[in-house]
């Protein structure tokens, strides 16, 4: 079995509302004495005497299969996008730790390194370099990106002239055709109108098939039975459930007060 993330008691914390520095400057001095032997005293669970700390995520242990699809859900605040922010390296874990085997391509915030002024193909170029593509795979992929996100009579058009929908499509494109083995997706299908919520899920399931790995977070569980071969369910930063998709499905339903629906075959 060829395993492309493995994740061990994954765990990540912050401090809400800090305001650790104010006061006197003897108190700041106080404070870094003071902080070394607070540090080490609380080795443990540093989180548990720190004012305003909370866990984000605690916990966490899975691994995914290369070429798998793993649905992330859960509901908001639930660590979701701490989770997936982590595996795409764009934040640390505070404990355990995440191996990934390959190059990872994360689609978080469609539309990303867009800039208005510019046109549909002067940001393609942008936006794919900044999210990790080279200007070659970049050149290599954008009359399949231009294809793919239907703006083609527009696409020397400033994108501050697109509407929404077209905005976002051609962002999305862009994301998509990123060339790398573990993709990590974040609600990405709420673009578009319904055809093309359709054609993104059939992108990613290609990308599947394509010996990609993806791990698929979103609140449509339409999406998640269609995409996923696996799941984890997410509740205060903690692991309530993981592994088949319809028993993750129908715990995150009973969780969200929602009558379970059949499951399609």
Known sequence: ??????????????????????????????H???????????????ASIIPNAIWALREISFEIET????????????????????????TTPTEGHATLRGRVGALLEVGTGFHPDLSGR???????????????????????????????DFIDT????????????????????????????????????EAFQRKCKLKIRETALAGRTVLFASHDMGSIRDICQSCLVLDHGKAVRQGDVNECVRTYNEMCGVMETEPKP
């Open 122 to 152: 002067e940001n393609i170029m942008l936006s794919g370099t900044m999210i990790g593509m080279t200007p070659q795979e970049v050149r290599k992929h954008e009359d399949e990106i231009i294809a793919f996100s239907e703006v083609g």
């Open 158 to 193: 400033p994108v501050k002239h697109y509407s929404s929908g077209m905005f976002m499509r051609l962002a999305f494109a862009v994301a998509a055709h990123l060339e790398a083995e573990i993709m990590v997706v974040d609600e990405v299908l709420a673009v578009g109108d």
């Open 67 to 90: 070429g798998k699809v793993m649905g992330v859900i859960g509901h908001n605040g639930s660590g979701k996008s701490t989770l997936l922010r982590i595996l795409a390296r764009i």
């Open 32 to 46: 870094w004495i003071k902080a070394p032997f607070q540090r080490a005293r609380a080795a443990p669970d540093a």
């Open 1 to 30: 079995m060829d395993i492309a993330v493995s994740v061990s008691g994954l765990g990540k914390w912050y401090v809400v509302n800090e305001n650790r520095y104010r006061g006197t400057l003897s108190d700041v001095i106080g």
